[in-house]
């Protein structure tokens, strides 16, 4: 189930447009403010952010460059009562992939949450079962590892990071991605819990831990494994 967010400070509005997305089969987390916006992002897997510009508390312009400076894969569609050229150029501008003008059709806001959602789904990564690169090698079936110290077994978390990072080899995996696909909905470990992870892939496969050659941290967004090997 795609999971929205749904920023917006009228009562009515947000009661029928979440009423609505519920209908559709969304799951949906309403706020009437954007006090806690990026602290739900961090604690929350979400799939699309349903963002008003008229806060109480916030300019939802503001909002939305925090969000893009740490979420870049999350769809945001501005909804917002602000109907001049200029905001909307502004809201398109700072990152929103989609800008919507009250009052507005509920069909039209539907249809425009459903394209984006789409559009900014991953591609099908390709699938392996066995990996190697360098003197590592990895079998995803069994979970037995070849690594700079010899051979051991990975962890079942262990394994299905490691399988993700390598079938999107040479993309950035945000830490969205790792959370959803890897802790599932529910379970959310901490920030410093993935590190660790990273920590002990570099242990595992890589000649230099300090100077990491396969598994690379991008500050702010998330982790990529490189390598040109096809495995």
């Given at each position: 189930?795609?999971?929205?967010?749904?920023?917006?400070?009228?009562?009515?509005?947000?009661?029928?447009?979440?009423?609505?997305?519920?209908?559709?089969?969304?799951?949906?987390?309403?706020?009437?403010?954007?006090?806690?916006?990026?602290?739900?992002?961090?604690?929350?897997?979400?799939?699309?952010?349903?963002?008003?510009?008229?806060?109480?508390?916030?300019?939802?312009?503001?909002?939305?460059?925090?969000?893009?400076?740490?979420?870049?894969?999350?769809?945001?569609?501005?909804?917002?009562?602000?109907?001049?050229?200029?905001?909307?150029?502004?809201?398109?501008?700072?990152?929103?992939?989609?800008?919507?003008?009250?009052?507005?059709?509920?069909?039209?806001?539907?249809?425009?949450?459903?394209?984006?959602?789409?559009?900014?789904?991953?591609?099908?990564?390709?699938?392996v079962d066995s990996y190697n690169?360098?003197?590592?090698?990895?079998?995803?079936?069994?979970?037995?590892?070849?690594?700079?110290?010899?051979?051991?077994?990975?962890?079942?978390?262990?394994?299905?990071?490691?399988?993700?990072?390598?079938?999107?080899?040479?993309?950035?995996?945000?830490?969205?991605?790792?959370?959803?696909?890897?802790?599932?909905?529910?379970?959310?470990?901490?920030?410093?819990?993935i590190d660790n992870f990273i920590?002990?892939?570099r242990k595992y496969f890589e000649?230099?831990?300090?100077?990491?050659?396969?598994?690379?941290?991008?500050?702010?967004?998330?982790?990529?494994?490189?390598?040109?090997?096809?495995?």
């Amino acid at each position: 189930m795609k999971r929205i967010l749904l920023v917006e400070d009228e009562a009515q509005i947000q009661k029928l447009v979440k009423m609505n997305l519920e209908i559709e089969g969304y799951e949906v987390i309403a706020h009437d403010d954007g006090h806690n916006v990026l602290h739900t992002l961090e604690s929350e897997h979400i799939d699309l952010i349903i963002l008003d510009l008229m806060l109480p508390d916030i300019d939802g312009i503001q909002i939305l460059e925090q969000v893009r400076l740490r979420y870049s894969e999350i769809a945001v569609l501005i909804v917002s009562a602000r109907d001049a050229s200029a905001d909307r150029i502004l809201g398109l501008k700072s990152g929103a992939d989609d800008y919507l003008t009250k009052p507005f059709n509920l069909e039209e806001l539907i249809l425009r949450v459903e394209r984006l959602i789409q559009r900014t789904q991953p591609s099908d990564p390709i699938q392996v079962d066995s990996y190697n690169f360098g003197v590592n090698k990895i079998n995803f079936s069994t979970y037995e590892a070849t690594g700079q110290n010899g051979n051991f077994t990975l962890t079942h978390k262990e394994a299905l990071l490691l399988k993700m990072l390598i079938e999107r080899k040479n993309e950035v995996v945000s830490r969205q991605q790792i959370l959803q696909n890897v802790w599932g909905y529910d379970v959310y470990p901490s920030t410093r819990t993935i590190d660790n992870f990273i920590l002990s892939f570099r242990k595992y496969f890589e000649e230099d831990q300090k100077h990491p050659k396969y598994f690379i941290s991008v500050r702010g967004v998330g982790y990529k494994f490189v390598s040109q090997e096809n495995g």
